[in-house]
Protein backbone atom coordinates (compact mmCIF):
# COMPACT_ATOMS: atom_id res chain seq x y z
CA UNK A 1 0.00 0.00 0.00
CA UNK A 2 1.37 3.64 -0.61
CA UNK A 3 2.48 4.93 2.41
CA UNK A 4 0.00 8.24 2.30
CA UNK A 5 -2.57 5.83 2.81
CA UNK A 6 -1.41 4.93 5.94
CA UNK A 7 -0.93 8.19 7.10
CA UNK A 8 -4.36 9.44 6.22
CA UNK A 9 -5.54 6.37 7.76
CA UNK A 10 -3.88 6.49 10.96
CA UNK A 11 -4.63 10.30 11.20
CA UNK A 12 -8.59 9.24 10.82
CA UNK A 13 -8.06 6.43 13.21
CA UNK A 14 -6.42 9.01 15.79
CA UNK A 15 -9.50 11.48 15.38
CA UNK A 16 -11.74 8.28 15.72
CA UNK A 17 -10.67 8.73 19.66
CA UNK A 18 -12.60 11.47 20.45
CA UNK A 19 -16.04 9.80 19.50
CA UNK A 20 -14.70 6.70 20.88
CA UNK A 21 -12.80 7.07 23.99
CA UNK A 22 -10.57 4.39 25.28
CA UNK A 23 -6.61 5.16 23.66
CA UNK A 24 -7.04 1.96 21.01
CA UNK A 25 -7.82 3.83 18.55
CA UNK A 26 -5.50 6.43 19.33
CA UNK A 27 -2.57 3.86 19.40
CA UNK A 28 -3.74 2.19 16.34
CA UNK A 29 -3.83 5.54 14.65
CA UNK A 30 -0.20 6.77 15.91
CA UNK A 31 1.17 3.07 14.72
CA UNK A 32 -0.26 3.28 10.90
CA UNK A 33 1.42 6.92 10.70
CA UNK A 34 4.48 6.24 11.67
CA UNK A 35 4.57 2.70 9.82
CA UNK A 36 3.13 5.11 7.05
CA UNK A 37 6.64 7.03 7.48
CA UNK A 38 8.50 3.74 7.08
CA UNK A 39 7.21 3.05 3.93
CA UNK A 40 8.01 6.80 2.90
CA UNK A 41 11.53 5.92 3.66
CA UNK A 42 11.88 2.88 1.75
CA UNK A 43 12.03 0.37 5.12
CA UNK A 44 8.95 -1.82 4.50
CA UNK A 45 7.96 -3.17 1.24
CA UNK A 46 5.48 -5.43 0.84
CA UNK A 47 1.40 -5.54 2.43
CA UNK A 48 2.10 -8.41 4.74
CA UNK A 49 5.35 -6.92 6.16
CA UNK A 50 3.29 -3.52 6.63
CA UNK A 51 0.57 -4.84 8.30
CA UNK A 52 2.82 -7.05 10.77
CA UNK A 53 4.78 -3.89 10.89
CA UNK A 54 1.81 -1.77 12.03
CA UNK A 55 0.63 -3.97 14.61
CA UNK A 56 3.83 -4.49 16.51
CA UNK A 57 4.35 -0.88 16.65
CA UNK A 58 0.78 -0.02 17.75
CA UNK A 59 1.41 -2.61 20.25
CA UNK A 60 4.27 -1.30 21.42
CA UNK A 61 3.26 2.54 21.90
CA UNK A 62 0.10 1.44 23.62
CA UNK A 63 2.40 -0.60 26.06
CA UNK A 64 4.72 1.97 26.48
CA UNK A 65 2.55 5.09 26.90
CA UNK A 66 -0.97 3.66 28.57
CA UNK A 67 0.40 5.26 31.48
CA UNK A 68 1.63 8.33 30.91
CA UNK A 69 -1.72 8.94 28.51
CA UNK A 70 -4.26 8.29 32.28
CA UNK A 71 -1.53 10.60 33.96
CA UNK A 72 -1.86 13.33 32.12
CA UNK A 73 -5.98 12.72 30.96
CA UNK A 74 -7.54 10.86 33.82
CA UNK A 75 -11.14 11.13 32.22
CA UNK A 76 -9.33 8.36 30.25
CA UNK A 77 -9.32 6.18 33.33
CA UNK A 78 -11.80 3.74 34.08
CA UNK A 79 -14.52 4.78 36.54
CA UNK A 80 -15.64 2.59 39.42
CA UNK A 81 -19.29 2.17 38.91
CA UNK A 82 -21.73 3.48 40.99
CA UNK A 83 -23.26 1.66 43.37
CA UNK A 84 -27.11 1.81 45.10
CA UNK A 85 -25.42 2.47 48.27
CA UNK A 86 -23.85 5.45 46.37
CA UNK A 87 -26.77 6.55 45.57
CA UNK A 88 -29.39 5.98 48.87
CA UNK A 89 -26.92 6.55 51.32
CA UNK A 90 -28.31 10.10 52.73
CA UNK A 91 -31.30 10.74 50.86
CA UNK A 92 -33.75 12.09 52.84
CA UNK A 93 -37.19 9.86 51.91
CA UNK A 94 -40.79 9.66 53.09
CA UNK A 95 -41.87 7.11 54.73
CA UNK A 96 -45.12 5.40 53.23
CA UNK A 97 -45.81 2.46 56.71
CA UNK A 98 -45.09 3.39 59.80
CA UNK A 99 -41.93 2.30 61.70
CA UNK A 100 -41.54 0.60 64.78
CA UNK A 101 -38.66 -0.66 66.75
CA UNK A 102 -39.99 -3.67 66.93
CA UNK A 103 -41.80 -3.72 63.48
CA UNK A 104 -40.32 -2.44 59.75
CA UNK A 105 -42.13 0.01 58.13
CA UNK A 106 -41.55 0.96 54.67
CA UNK A 107 -40.21 3.97 52.85
CA UNK A 108 -40.61 5.47 49.24
CA UNK A 109 -37.37 5.25 47.14
CA UNK A 110 -36.98 5.92 43.93
CA UNK A 111 -40.35 5.07 42.73
CA UNK A 112 -40.27 2.14 44.75
CA UNK A 113 -41.59 1.21 48.64
CA UNK A 114 -38.59 -0.67 50.22
CA UNK A 115 -38.45 -2.11 54.05
CA UNK A 116 -37.25 0.37 56.16
CA UNK A 117 -36.20 0.19 59.99
CA UNK A 118 -35.42 2.22 63.01
CA UNK A 119 -34.66 2.58 66.43
CA UNK A 120 -37.97 4.89 66.73
CA UNK A 121 -41.53 5.21 66.14
CA UNK A 122 -41.70 7.25 63.44
CA UNK A 123 -45.41 7.94 61.45
CA UNK A 124 -46.65 7.81 57.81
CA UNK A 125 -45.25 10.87 56.15
CA UNK A 126 -42.61 11.72 57.86
CA UNK A 127 -38.97 12.50 56.45
CA UNK A 128 -36.33 10.19 57.42
CA UNK A 129 -32.55 9.41 56.33
CA UNK A 130 -31.33 6.41 55.04
CA UNK A 131 -28.53 5.78 57.16
CA UNK A 132 -27.76 1.98 55.92
CA UNK A 133 -28.58 -0.98 53.93
CA UNK A 134 -28.52 -4.31 54.71
CA UNK A 135 -29.37 -6.61 51.61
CA UNK A 136 -33.36 -4.89 50.78
CA UNK A 137 -33.66 -3.48 54.26
CA UNK A 138 -32.38 0.22 55.06
CA UNK A 139 -31.68 1.70 58.41
CA UNK A 140 -33.42 5.31 58.54
CA UNK A 141 -32.95 7.69 60.88
CA UNK A 142 -35.50 10.90 61.51
CA UNK A 143 -34.40 13.95 59.27
CA UNK A 144 -34.00 17.02 61.22
Do not use: C
Not at 108 to 126: D, F, L, M, N, Y
Amino acid sequence: MHWIIWVVGGVGLALLEILVPGLVSLFLGVGAVITGLLIAAGWLQDLVTQIFAWIIISLGLFLLFRGQVYKYFPAFERKDAITEDDVMLGKIVEVVEAIEPDNPGRVHVHQSSWKAVATQSIAVGEKVRIVRRDQMTLNVERAN
